[in-house]
């Protein structure tokens, strides 16, 4: 029989050498302490698919082809999270979601991510209550105008008139400009697009302002575009990117890090084709990291191991994202400041390790 | 002198003179560029907006037949089309047999508004009666219009029946609630109402209740016609002679059978031109659900014009959209025309 003080000197060296254990099996492998994969997550693998919410229509983020079946960088990006957390592409329900509503819908939960060319703004993070978790497109606000005005920037427009669609930043962004400049800029607004283009051609306004990326799709759609120019600054930065309801940290870091593989992946050269074959035969411990290979990047998450190869393999690593939608053959936009940071972007992805 | 009344109501005085010879010369203006535009240099066969230009300088009728199993159908899936144009059938048949028939016209009506609803609900949504399910966010263009439509002119008429009956009610309680719940629905603008269904409605109810986008939509609809309708019938049911009432009531009827088979029935005949009215003004309004993110015809032609191969297009896409509309509404005019002679025909033949 021990005496009752060896007893509980044995108990405590069990218990360091349990906790000294478990401390090791901590810094080798995360998985242990791993929370669940948080609310958000379980509600979408109850339901069996992602509620995703975009645009309505904007060329380039979200379309639909002449079969119905919906297109762009966005529906990508929701795409690439269902394969992430449900394994299939195909199991999201996309929500057209209006200006007006987008941030409403968000809260009231009918949806769990907004991807839909929206601005993050201090705004939106405090007052709405939203996490901007990712930015999957830098656009700033410019000018289309007539070239007969002759105005070769931004601070010259003094006394002009720009068509402006209500609703979003646009119209704020003017404001701010004009003061910050002292120019004094008239405003003509209209609640679609196509109207505020058709007044412009009509010589109702001298110009229309929108996001840049939409601008350079926008003048080759008019009339005789020759006529027309986008000035070659930006009023406002406009940072587009993924929303989701504050208060699922864990659903924000899948999201956060998906972003970040997408956007790896094309950094180290994984792309839709090859990924499959570099996950076997690569030697450089980032991309098999990545794909899934080593490591556990994927419980830590809450996820498989192979949530980013899956998301990768739906279209593509970012800049196959981009050239699809936005490359020459489409909207033919340079990438300027959507590039990675190697090439003279801002895309800088964070390391996944 | 005599001269064809036309003539004299065209150019019988010098102001009516001045005015025909200007609307001459605009229409002679505006007409054969448009004609122009619309069929002399039209694009009927290209792939993509580029091609069109390349083709011709009028408008680009390609964009429209690329689309058109959008425009009519939203993304309903392709082997299910057959669904939808039973159900459309369905309706046709019935409704024709509702306008033109003699016999058992009540029947027909109530086939109309019980069975048709009933048997296309379970028809389009399917997951019963081996139908797979189609989900709600798949239903769209003109199919969607329609079934908004009807069902909220459907669920209007018992609504509305019964709020102009509730606003004639002798009991105070059921008067004026029935005055508020009017003047509340007529009161507010509709886009408000469907924000607030669609947008804070999911906010009031509990986490994981998730009521159907479309059905919020039809709710709201249907409340809010019912509104406009209660005002119509009401105005039918003060246009019927109390003497009606009265040899009712002499004849050993009771009270709910001398408004039911005698009122509501006059009253009804009177409302039809205010009904027809409200079917046509409901048909166009059902538009305004594409800015809540359904995409009805509207819908489906304002995101169209976004896709990168189309985008530019906005005219063609709006004026289809137009004649679409407008044929619609036609075909509605024409069937209330009809309704109301057939049943201002109906006193002699009714029998006993």
């Known amino acids: 029989m021990t005496s009752l003080p060896a007893r509980a000197l044995r108990a405590g060296r069990l218990a360091l ?133 002759g105005v070769s920037k931004a601070a010259d427009l003094q006394g002009a008139t720009i068509c402006v669609i209500t609703g979003a930043t646009l119209e704020l962004n003017i404001a701010d400009f004009a003061r910050s400049t002292g120019a004094k800029i008239g405003t003509l607004l209209f609640d679609k697009p196509e109207e505020a283009i058709a007044a412009m051609e009509a010589g109702r306004c001298d110009g229309y302002t929108d996001d840049t990326g939409s601008l350079a799709g926008m003048r080759s759609t008019l009339k005789v575009p020759a006529d027309w120019m986008v000035l070659p600054e930006a009023i406002s930065k406009e940072p587009l990117g993924l929303h989701i309801r504050s208060g699922d940290a864990r659903w924000q870091k899948i999201i956060f890090w998906l972003d970040n593989a997408l956007k790896s992946a094309e950094e180290f050269g994984v792309t839709k084709a090859n990924a499959d074959q570099l996950k076997s035969s690569s030697k450089d411990p980032f991309i098999l990291r990545l794909l899934g290979a080593e490591g556990d990047t994927g419980k830590a998450l809450g996820l498989d191991e192979a949530w980013a190869l899956r998301a990768i393999k739906v279209a593509g690593n970012y800049g196959e994202m981009y050239d699809t939608h936005f490359g020459p053959k489409a909207l033919a936009l340079p990438r300027g400041q959507n590039n990675l940071y190697t090439k003279g972007g801002l895309h800088y992805p964070l390391p996944i390790r | 002198m005599t001269r064809h009344p036309w003539f004299r109501a065209l150019f019988g005085s010098k102001g009516n003179m001045i005015v025909t010879l200007l609307m001459i010369a605009l229409f002679a203006w505006v007409v054969p560029g448009l004609v122009r535009w619309a069929f002399g240099h039209a694009v009927w066969e290209a792939a993509n907006r580029a091609e069109c230009i390349a083709t011709d300088t009028g408008a680009c009728w390609a964009f429209i037949k690329a689309r058109f199993a959008l425009f009519f159908y939203g993304t309903y899936p392709v082997d299910e089309r057959w669904r939808v144009h039973l159900g459309l059938a369905l309706l046709v048949v019935i409704g024709t047999g509702a306008l033109f028939s003699h016999r058992r016209r009540g029947w027909w009506l109530l086939a109309l508004m019980v069975l048709v609803p009933v048997a296309d609900a379970i028809l389009l949504a399917g997951g019963m009666l081996g139908l797979p399910a189609v989900p709600t966010e798949r239903w769209g263009g003109l199919m969607l219009n329609l079934v908004i439509s009807f069902v909220a002119l459907a669920g209007a008429m018992p609504i509305g029946i019964a709020l102009a009956f509730g606003r004639r009610s002798s009991w105070p309680v059921i008067r004026y609630g029935s005055i508020g719940l009017i003047e509340f629905w007529r009161g507010v603008p509709l886009l408000t109402v469907l924000f607030m269904g669609l947008v804070l409605l999911p906010l009031f109810l509990p986490n994981g209740v998730n009521v159907d986008n479309l059905v919020r939509a039809l709710v709201v609809m249907t409340i809010f016609t019912g509104a406009y309708m209660a005002e119509t019938i009401r105005g039918g049911l003060q246009g019927v002679p109390p003497g009606q009432a009265e040899a009712a009531l002499a004849l050993g009827m009771h009270g709910t059978q001398v408004q039911v088979l005698v009122v509501l029935p006059q009253a009804l005949r009177l409302a039809i031109p205010g009904i027809i009215n409200i079917a046509v003004d409901l048909f166009k309004d059902t538009s305004l659900v594409s800015i809540v993110g359904l995409f009805d015809l509207m819908g489906v032609v304002g995101q169209s014009v976004k896709d990168p191969a189309w985008t530019g297009l906005a005219a063609e896409g709006y004026v289809f959209a137009a004649v679409v509309f407008f044929f619609a509404c036609l075909v509605i005019s024409l069937g209330g025309s009809v309704l109301e002679r057939h049943f201002s025909s109906a006193p002699k033949e009714s029998k006993s």
């Open chain 1, 17 to 149: 050498a349990a906790g000294a254990a478990m401390f090791l099996a901590t810094t080798v492998a995360q998985a242990q302490v791993a929370p669940p994969p948080g609310p958000t997550v379980e509600a979408i693998k109850k339901r069996g698919a992602l509620n995703c919410g975009i645009d309505t229509g904007v060329p380039g983020f979200a379309f639909q082809d002449n079969k119905g079946v919906w297109h762009g960088i966005d529906i990508d990006y929701c795409r690439a999270i269902a394969a992430a957390v449900l394994g299939d592409p195909d199991k999201v329900k996309f929500t057209g979601t209006t200006a007006a509503a987008r941030f409403t819908v968000l809260q009231a939960g009918e949806i769990d991510v907004l991807i839909r060319d929206s601005t993050l703004t201090f705004t939106r993070s405090t007052v709405l209550g939203l996490d901007e978790v990712a930015i999957n497109f830098y656009a700033g606000q410019g000018f289309l105008v007539r070239k007969s005005i």
